[in-house]
T-cell receptor, first 118, second 118 residues
Framework: AQKITQTQPGMFVQEKEAVTLDCTYD???????LFWYKQPSSGEMIFLIY??????QNATEGRYSLNFQKARKSANLVISASQLGDSAMYFC???????????????FGPGTSLSVIP | GAVVSQHPSWVICKSGTSVKIECRSL??????MFWYRQFPKQSLMLMAT?????????EQGVEKDKFLINHASLTLSTLTVTSAHPEDSSFYIC??????????????FGNGTRLTVT
């Protein structure tokens, strides 16, 4: 079963508008972390934002914010004031398992391709 | 910032030969490294979790005898694709964790290795 679901394979947004990329996850761990990464066509993975399962406030990093709804197991990424350079694949990822051990793992969702329209 | 160097960035090999991919953390000690495989327009699939000085933990369906992972030091992990076949052609990418005990420390990724088996 998919542990991370991203239901939007592709999204379009007008430049300067805000966009929300959806992510839902499934875990039985009490302590886990959620990440968002951006992958441009060059292939590099760029870290955007992190949310811990015990964090009470939603994470923010510049134009990125994470709408964390723990009970619903969702961690949506909000990008404000979209720029042309935001066009890329966006992956939601979850870290679970005992940190620093062989049970430690970080798994990725299927991704959302975002295209920013001028 | 933390830098992960992955080498080679691309390699073409003949069917039946073995290929070694190196992943180095240049300015930090990586207690945990993760190896991923990515097919075109797809997500990152976790292959294994590698902790320094211990055997790698492979994900279900990943052949440990085919994909040999060695994490001999805190700055180097290697993935060897043994007896490569055309179906092993893919983009392989490593990532490393910078700090022990901090679940929220982001993974730092190498730039990936594009393997083509002819």
């Amino acid at each position: 079963a998919q542990k991370i679901t991203q239901t939007q394979p592709g999204m379009f947004v007008q430049e300067k508008e805000a966009v929300t990329l959806d992510c839902t996850y499934d875990t039985s761990d009490q302590s886990y972390g959620l990440f968002w990464y951006k992958q441009p066509s060059s292939g590099e993975m760029i870290f955007l934002i992190y949310q811990g399962s015990y964090d009470e406030q939603n994470a923010t990093e510049g134009r990125y914010s994470l709408n964390f709804q723990k009970a619903r197991k969702s961690a949506n990424l909000v990008i404000s004031a979209s720029q042309l350079g935001d066009s890329a694949m966006y992956f939601c990822a979850m870290r679970e398992g005992l940190f620093g051990t062989s049970y430690d793992k970080v798994i990725f969702g299927p991704g959302t391709s975002l295209s920013v329209i001028p | 910032g933390a830098v992960v160097s992955q080498h080679p960035s691309w390699v073409i090999c003949k069917s039946g030969t073995s290929v070694k991919i190196e992943c180095r953390s240049l300015d930090f000690q990586a207690t945990t490294m993760f190896w991923y495989r990515q097919f075109p327009k797809q997500s990152l699939m976790l292959m294994a979790t590698s902790n320094e000085g211990s055997k790698a933990t492979y994900e279900q369906g990943v052949e440990k005898d085919k994909f040999l992972i060695n994490h001999a030091s805190l700055t180097l992990s290697t993935l060897t694709v043994t007896s490569a076949h055309p179906e092993d052609s893919s983009f392989y990418i490593c990532s490393a964790n910078t700090r022990r005990g901090f679940r929220n420390s982001p993974l730092h990724f190498g730039n990936g290795t594009r393997l083509t088996v002819t």
